[in-house]
């Protein structure tokens, strides 16, 4: 993997602290671009859980 000249997020020069990023800032969006699902790539529908649809039907 090569290293990165740049900042992934804003292109600003990465800072040693925190590598590959620039800042706290860029550091922290990123992570929440992964945890909200920003990077996720477009498919179909995830199947259902198959042990969900052997619950017996609520009364």
Known sequence: MAKSD???L???PP??????FCSRGCKDRDL???L??????P???AHENPLDSQ???PL
């Open 43 to 45: 498919g179909p529908p």
């Open 10 to 12: 804003c292109g600003k």
């Open 36 to 41: 909200g699902e920003g990077y996720r790539v």
């Open 32 to 34: 929440l671009n992964w």
């Open 15 to 20: 800072k040693a602290e925190h590598q590959p």
């Open 6 to 8: 740049t900042c992934p």
């Open 55 to 57: 619950a017996e039907p």
